[in-house]
């Protein structure tokens, strides 16, 4: 080994602190070693290995864009078509029925399920579900729901 590459130890102490091992290609991107070559790295220098085997290696995002995504996945701060079906709930059915029942989500088949509180309540919906549903798809944006399931609570 050459007198050049010895080296007696770590040279301060951010130099033994474990590093992620990749070297810089230029300002922009970053080039990483293959896995093979980041274990070997590691063992040379004594540091643990703590990359799991199946992980995989991915573009770092920003997190606006993280969080962006989440907000509109999971309609954060925007009006969901279920939203507007329990704002009008009570003109849908009746002030009556309204009272003891309500509509809580769509599924992917596009029925839409309403828990119900009393027996007779549950019946009068279900004989009136066919112009129930007419009254549900002229709502704006909630074209797309097909029936309806009741449910008892």
């Not at 019946?123 to 007419?134: A, C, G, P, S």
């Amino acid at each position: 080994m050459p007198a050049a590459a010895k080296s007696t130890g770590p040279a301060s102490p951010a130099d033994s602190a474990p590093r992620s091992i990749a070297a810089v290609k230029d300002s922009e991107s970053v080039l990483h070693f293959s896995r093979v070559a980041e274990r070997l790295i590691a063992d040379f220098r004594g540091v643990p290995d703590e990359s799991s085997g199946r992980m995989r290696r991915r573009p770092t995002r920003a997190m606006a864009g993280l969080v962006e995504d989440l907000l509109v996945k999971y309609q954060v701060g925007r009006p969901s078509v279920e939203q507007t079906i329990r704002d009008h709930w009570a003109e849908l059915v009746g002030a009556p029925n309204a009272a003891y029942s309500h509509a809580t989500q769509i599924d992917a088949r596009g029925r839409l399920a309403i828990l119900t509180t009393h027996a007779v309540v549950r019946n009068e919906l279900f004989l009136n579900r066919q112009l129930i549903v007419d009254r549900i798809r002229a709502l704006p944006g909630c074209a797309h729901v097909r029936s309806l399931q009741f449910r008892s609570s």
